[in-house]
């Protein structure tokens, strides 16, 4: 299976952006669709973006929608995620994600294949 590793966190003001980077191996990369979750300390992960195989279709969970952009670049084998005026309800392990079906990442972060080590990020008041 792919193997993946992020990168990209960090501390960072509200209202300041950051971008998380995804590196996966393998040639299976291109057929996977990609997401991210999060999970803030004493709270259950919660999904916060996913991006098909081919970069066309993507969905946002609603309290980052505006804010944070997934995308890919299959070339480079890597996802991104470009945060946005962050807010420090967004202070979290970031964890990228991989699955062959984007319903799966859609309906609980327990049943999802494949995942990276996470990266933390801290946004601060």
């Known amino acids: 299976q792919v193997q993946l590793v992020e990168s990209g966190g960090g501390l960072v003001q509200a209202g300041g952006s950051l971008r998380l980077s995804c590196a996966g191996s393998?040639?299976?990369?291109?057929?996977?669709?990609m997401g991210w979750f999060r999970q803030a300390p004493g709270k259950e992960r919660e999904f916060v973006a996913v991006?098909?195989?081919?970069?066309?279709?993507?969905y946002y969970a609603d309290s980052v929608k505006g804010r944070f952009t997934i995308s890919r670049d299959n070339a480079k084998n890597t996802v991104y995620l470009q945060m946005n005026n962050l807010k420090p309800e967004d202070t979290a392990v970031y964890y990228c994600?991989?699955?062959?079906?984007?319903?799966?990442?859609?309906?609980?972060?327990?049943?999802?294949?494949?995942w990276g080590q996470g990266t933390l990020v801290t946004v601060s008041s």
């Open positions: 991006i098909n195989w081919s970069g066309g279709t993507t």
């Open positions: 393998g040639r299976s990369f291109s057929s996977y669709a």
């Open positions: 994600s991989a699955d062959s079906v984007v319903r799966r990442i859609l309906s609980d972060y327990r049943f999802v294949e494949v």
